[in-house]
């Protein structure tokens, strides 16, 4: 199976997400969202690899990571928009304890390499994608969106697990992603 680690979101945070984009609905065809069930922040991909390898694969990463500090705390706060040639997409971005969510997403790929894992090596974005821009799209939209995404804050939450996730394809719907492993990055704060 093909397999993503990844950080997602409690639900909460999602429900504010998706409240939030709620305020601007877009006219039809102006923008491809992200389906609910694939909100995510990737850290790095893998190839095709067994059910049993996945199962070693969390082992290692629980193993290895240390716990015993609480987790990262951040929220999504602003916007980002289309800031890079060619990057037709808008997102959310991470505030908060960022640098620690960045080092985690470093310390990853390094301990799932030392096991002889093959690492798609692309850097993580500390941002999660809520959909492209079309060429069909409009400014006064597209101004509307982002003027109601500068001034949205989600709540604050835990960074408390990353998620081995696989992708799940239906017949009725979009690309979704179902959870094969969760494995506990720190302590929860109470």
Do not use: C, K
């Not at 790095?44 to 716990?67: C, K, Q, W």
């Not at 799932?112 to 941002?127: E, L, S, Y």
């Not at 109601?148 to 696989?166: K, Q």
């Amino acid at each position: 199976m093909l397999v993503t680690v990844a950080l997602i979101p409690p639900e909460h945070v999602l429900d504010d997400v998706e409240t939030a984009l709620g305020r601007s609905p877009a006219p039809p065809g102006e923008f491809v969202r992200v389906a609910r069930n694939s909100l995510m922040l990737p850290v790095f991909g893998l190839g095709n690899i067994t059910r049993p390898m996945v199962t070693s694969l969390a082992h290692y990463i629980h193993e290895e990571l240390d716990t015993s500090e609480p987790s990262p705390r951040v929220r999504f706060s602003g916007v980002w928009a289309i800031e890079e040639e060619g990057d037709p997409t808008i997102g959310l971005p991470l505030v908060g304890e960022v640098e620690r969510v960045e080092d985690l997403a470093r310390r990853l790929p390094r301990i799932v390499a030392t096991h002889g894992f093959f690492v798609d090596r692309r850097r993580f974005q500390p941002r999660m994608t809520l959909g492209s821009v079309t060429p069909t799209t409009s400014l006064s939209w597209l101004e509307r969106l982002v003027g109601d995404l500068e001034g949205h804050a989600s709540p604050i939450w835990s960074v408390s697990e990353v998620v081995l996730l696989r992708p799940r394809f239906d017949d009725d719907g979009p690309e979704a992603w179902e959870v094969v492993e969760t494995i506990s990055t720190g302590i929860d704060p109470v």
